[in-house]
């Protein structure tokens, strides 16, 4: 038992593992932290910043803290959904991302958090930077004006044979996404598909099946983001 | 140099233009233009998006029929996926394209006729403008605006159930359809509670059309003769001659009714029509080729197809259809002011095709998509409720759109419409000593009858944004008036 500790999520008190991450121990307990680069099985990297929580006083990502007995966390605040809501905005304005056009729209992670954020229009510039689209693959497309570069298609989809599909380079706000042309040539349409479901936007797409979910059946058309974890607390 | 008048913005059509007007010293018409100022770019900004998109992408051209431009753009793409030129399509895929057209024609009419025109007909053009709008229809016919507002709410419905929502929904994809009807939504609309049911439409669409046949009668001379004037006529029409707003052939008619286009594949547009550009407008000149750009221009919407096709193919409104082919005597009908007429008509046919549809089995079960060999270019034609709209793209062996070039229904009617102001000016303006605001609602009126999309809705209540100055012939300001 002495593996086992309590901590608190907004005055709620939880049981903790030992080694467990906060976001591990909030989503256990039917407790939604947002995350955008985070990604089941891949290791964290706590790039986004979204996952970002109060941890007695101190501002932390849920993704890569590790809880420790008597922590204190504020997580579901009017301070830290603004500060979340402002790391939104900033990739909303970095981009391109026009939703009323995208195929994603309905499926996309950064635009059902910003519903849920309650975010009306960015506060900032938009940089309406030039970016280009990579369609020369057969069954994959790279829209760039999409991608918020958290490489969670770098770090989580392999070939068949263990090969890596993407690649990145640059750092910070110029890292640029990668598709291996060779390899590409010769996915499946099960690892392309595995390809865009990892993006948690519209940047990687399948060719030719745009639209193809009639809407109403989409992800987030009928739940926001976060309500799968949120059910567990109900049952 | 004499007066210039201004009228700017137009009201109670769909968009942004104005009315230039110039008079003599005497105040004699020398000419007038109507100028579409607005400049919105999507040939260009779809360049270099994967052609799976435009069908979404491109209907944002507009708020009021995004179905048309959906639909249009969607029978190019499935050209691109070898989906067949119109009629390749699977009949689930093709039966619940026609069902959201027709619902979308349906809506898209009802408010055009009832919302925008009404207020002129039954206030009078130079009625008072504080009263002559869908407010003063409201309070003094309430019945009539509550059959709009029910009508066109039934419309979008449609609408929803076929495109995923009411206003720029995903349902038409490369090649067909992405849902079926489900027996809920069928029975909603087939049999749903009054009003919202497939019979309700029907009758109140006669009853417009009534109310429409009852004022002609009274107002003969205003419906028959206000902005009437020869043109030619183009639309598509079906195969064997019947009224398709989905689908068929171009033919184009003269002034006497002779065809001089001949049923041409929509694919072959290109070789037939051309546009013109003038500086003094957004919107280009579309003619036909082999009459070049001062003889070419024509008209097209309701009546347009009213005098291309032979017959409808829905029993209540071929009725309707012959009393109007009847009225002059099977010849083309010229009047700008039958387009209403025309419209009401097409109402009724959408409205009867939609229980068609509703009733059919196939919008519940069957394959949804097809597909072919690819090719890289695709033309798209259909009938939009205010006319001919044509969508043409090509596209790179990745995917991407290089090419767009949209003919949108309203352009068509650029030079008729130019044709109705001039004719709505002599009539009304010229050699008037004092300008009224009903002589300006008049020149607006010539323009409303084509129900002109010129890109989103807009109307006049409260202050109306209507300013006319008039200038002397040293161009010093004489008088101003502003609805208000």
Redesign the interface.
Known sequence: MKDKFKITIDGVELTANQGETILKVASDNGIYIPVLCAYEGLKPQASCRVCSVKVNGRTMTACTTTASPGMKIENDTPEINELRKIIVETMFVAGNHFC??C?KSGDCELQALAYRLKMDVPRFPYSFSNKE?D??NPKL?IDHNRCIKCKRCARGIKTEDGKDLFAFKNRGDRILISIDKELAKNISDKKAQEAMDICPVGAI?R??????????TRKYDNNPIGNNIEKLKEI | MGKKITIEPVTRVEGHGKVTIHLDNDNNFERSRLHIVEFRGFEKFIQGRPYWEAPVTVQRLCGICPVSHHLAAAKAMDVIVGAGTGDGLTPTGEKMRRLMHYGQVFQSHVLHFFHLASPDLLFGIDGDPAIRNVIGIAKMHKDLAVQAVMMRKYGQEIIKVTAGKKIHGTGAIPGGINKHLSLKEKMSLLDGKDPMNADKMIEWSLGGLEFFKNFHKANKDLIDNFAAFPSKHLSLVRKDGALDLYHGVIRAIDADGKKILNDVDSQDYLEHIAEEVKSWSYMKFPYLRKYGPKDGWYRVGPLSRMNTAEFIPSPLAQKEFEIFKAYTNGKPNHSSMHYHWARLIEILHCAEMMKDLLNDPDLMEGELVTKGTKSYEGVGLLEAPRGTLFHHYRINKDDQITMANLIVSTTNNNMPMNLAVESATKQFISGQDKITEGMLNAVEVSIRAYDPCLSCATHAIGKLPLQVKLYDSKNNLIDKRTKD
């Open positions: 009323p056009t195929e689209i369609a020369s497309m797409l060719k030719e099946r745009g639209f193809i979910n009639p809407i109403g």
